[in-house]
């Protein structure tokens, strides 16, 4: 009987020890990858540097400089949330994204197929004019703090009214349009800069702000360069470039089609069971 109990209590043990260090080796291999080609890295190198020389200090019995640095560990948890903003930010939100719930209020009726539709042909369009563009298409994550910066227009999309949006030395040519649902918010928005230090220095301010929304935001953007006419688009942190009409509509379809789809699908069957 006691040797059953102690198999048992062992067995258990190592389960969970198993358990124990599959899920800490999965977290730092998601916390690597999150950081991977960021400034964080940088930080964390001059962190690994400063327990180092605190190690070091005790070793050494070197009491002043100990002291020094024993103080920079009272605020380290404030410092190191300050300067880990963004990147903190950018997990919480990807932990966000995950849907384990469906919203009642999310209107899932509204075809979208057209007003990408709009959206490509507005963009091949511009592109063959090198006019620059800047078209937002807004998915989960909200974005009415940048909506607020623009200039509000609460209006059906279309091709037509994406081209007039962009045209040259009007109010609405600098800046974003963004879209949700089937409409446009506001036009001349503006969008935060991406600060990665590993992008072209070719990219300009348009670019720039692309990609900066897409790392802050689950947002679409696309690009049109008003120098080279060349179609980009920014989603989820990365850019693609010199797309044609083809690869453009398929990123879109991509992005919003499937996971559309099935979140629409579960809606509907959940209305259809509780009726």
Known sequence: MWNNLIQS??????????????????????????????????????????????????????????????????VSIVALAVIFQPELRRALEQIGRSRIYINPFENTDTDLKQVHEAVVKAAVEESKHNVGMLLVLEREIGLNDYVSTGIKMDCLVSEQTLINI????????????????????????????????????????????????????????????????AISVAKEGHIFVNLDEKALRQHISQHFGDGVKQIQARFRLKRGGQK
């Open 9 to 74: 209590f062992t067995l258990s043990t190592a389960l969970s020890a198993i358990l124990d260090i599959a899920v800490v080796t999965t977290l730092f291999y998601c916390l690597f990858m999150a950081i991977q080609r960021t400034r964080a890295v940088q930080l964390i190198k001059g962190l690994a540097i400063l327990i180092l020389a605190v190690v070091l200090s005790n070793w050494f019995h070197l009491q002043a400089l100990g002291w020094l640095l024993n103080q920079l560990w009272t």
């Open 166 to 229: 962009f045209v040259h030395n009007t109010p609405l040519h600098d800046g974003a349009a963004i879209i949700r649902g089937d409409r446009i918010l506001a036009a001349a928005c503006f969008l935060p800069l991406s600060d990665n230090p590993n992008l072209d220095m070719a990219f300009g301010t348009r670019h720039r702000s692309g990609i900066g929304l897409s790392e802050v935001s689950d947002a679409l953007v696309v690009i049109v360069s008003e120098e080279t006419g």
